[in-house]
C-alpha cells in the first residue's frame, strides 16, 4: 500500500517528536491514542483509516524496537539495515540531549536537533542502500582479539560521516556533534557485540563438557569389551553400580530427546530479556513430557 500522508505532521515542532516517538511510549493502545490527541492533526482527526494505520505502525514500531533492544535477544551479528537504522534512531530519541551546550538557546537547540535528524535521514539511507548489516558493522568496527581493543568502535562516527556525505553530496563540517554521538552508539554496540560473543562461548562451553563427560562415562562403562588382553581382569574388579544406579530399558523416544548437553530454557522478561535454563531436577520431568508428547506439564507449584 502507498505510504501513509498526514497533513501537517512535518509542523510539529522537533522537540515534540522525539519526545513522543520513544519506543517505550508506543507501548500499549493508551500510549498510542494519547500520541495522537497530543500532535492534535485535523487530517488524523477527520480519517479515521489514517489514524487506525498510524497506530498500527507505531505498535509495530514498539514490537521491531523490542527484538533489538535487549543482549543476546536479536544478536547484533543477525541485523539488517533495518535494525541498525531503528537501532541508531531510537538512541538519538533517547539521547536527543547529550549533544546540548551548557548555554544553548531555544533557537539554537532547535537548529541542532534539525541538523542532527537531517543527517539521520541520510544515513537510513546509506544504510538501505548499501545493505549495512551486523557482520559489516563487526567485520569493519568491531576489534580483534589480537588488535587493538581501545578502539571499540571510536573511529565509526569519522567514518560513517565522511562516506553517508559524499554520498549525498554533503559537507561534513556541520554534522561534527553528530560524529560524537555516532560513535557513542558504536561503541555501545561493539561492547554489546562482545557481550553477546562472551555468553555464547560460555554455552558452547558448558556443552563441550557435558558432551566429554557423557563420552568418558561411555567409554569406561564399555572399556571391558574391546579390552583383547585382560578383559575379562577389567569386568571383574570394576564397581557394581548401586540400585539406585541401574539403566532403565532404553525407551522409544520418536526421535524427540534432546542431544548431550542440550537444555530446557524458559522466557524471563522481568528486567530485560533473557532465557533462564530450568533447574536440574525440573529438567527431566520436562524432557520427560516432551519425548511422551504431553501437551503440558506442571514442573513446580507457585
Known amino acids: 500500500q502507498p505510504p501513509l500522508t498526514i497533513a501537517g505532521l512535518d509542523q510539529i ?5 522525539i519526545q513522543y516517538l520513544d519506543p517505550e511510549r508506543c507501548n500499549t493502545p493508551k500510549n ?19 489514524r487506525i494505520r498510524f497506530k498500527s505502525m507505531l505498535c509495530q514500531y514498539h514490537k521491531e524496537w523490542y527484538k533489538i533492544r535487549t543482549q543476546n535477544f536479536k544478536e547484533i551479528k543477525t541485523w539488517t539495515d533495518r535494525d541498525f537504522a531503528l537501532n541508531v534512531i531510537v538512541y538519538f530519541i533517547k539521547h536527543s540531549d547529550d549533544g546540548k551546550g551548557s548555554n544553548e538557546s531555544d533557537e539554537k537547540e532547535a537548529k541542532r536537533l534539525n541538523t542532527t535528524w537531517r543527517f539521520l535521514d541520510f544515513l537510513t539511507q546509506f544504510f538501505d542502500k548499501n545493505g549495512f548489516t551486523g557482520r559489516d558493522f563487526i567485520d569493519k568496527h568491531v576489534p580483534k582479539k589480537d588488535g587493538n581493543q581501545e578502539k571499540k568502535g571510536s573511529g565509526f562516527g569519522l567514518t560513517i560521516v565522511k562516506q553517508v556525505c559524499q554520498q549525498f553530496n554533503q559537507k561534513t563540517g556541520q554534522y561534527t556533534k553528530v560524529k560524537k554521538q555516532l560513535s557513542a552508539w558504536a561503541k555501545k554496540n561493539v561492547e554489546r557485540h562482545q557481550e553477546e560473543e562472551k555468553f555464547n562461548l560460555t554455552e558452547i562451553k558448558e556443552n563441550e563438557e557435558m558432551d566429554d563427560n557423557i563420552g568418558n562415562n561411555n567409554n569406561n562403562n564399555g572399556g571391558g569389551m574391546n579390552d583383547q588382553q585382560g578383559g575379562n581382569n577389567i569386568v571383574n574388579n570394576s564397581v557394581k553400580p548401586k540400585p539406585s544406579q541401574k539403566q532403565a530399558p532404553k525407551q522409544n523416544d520418536n526421535g524427540l530427546a534432546k542431544k548431550g548437553g542440550e537444555k530446557w530454557y524458559w522466557f524471563c522478561d522481568e528486567g530485560g530479556i533473557k532465557w533462564v535454563p530450568y533447574k536440574d531436577e525440573h529438567q527431566k520431568i520436562i524432557e520427560d513430557a516432551w519425548v511422551s508428547q504431553k501437551q503440558n506439564v506442571v514442573v513446580m507449584e507457585r
Not at 515542532?13 to 517528536?17: E, F, G, L, M, N
Not at 495522537?36 to 489514517?50: G, I, P, S, V, W
Open 13 to 17: 515542532d522537533i522537540k515534540t517528536q
Open 32 to 50: 498510542r491514542n494519547d500520541i495522537l490527541r497530543q500532535f492534535n492533526l485535523e487530517d488524523l482527526k477527520t480519517n479515521a483509516y489514517k
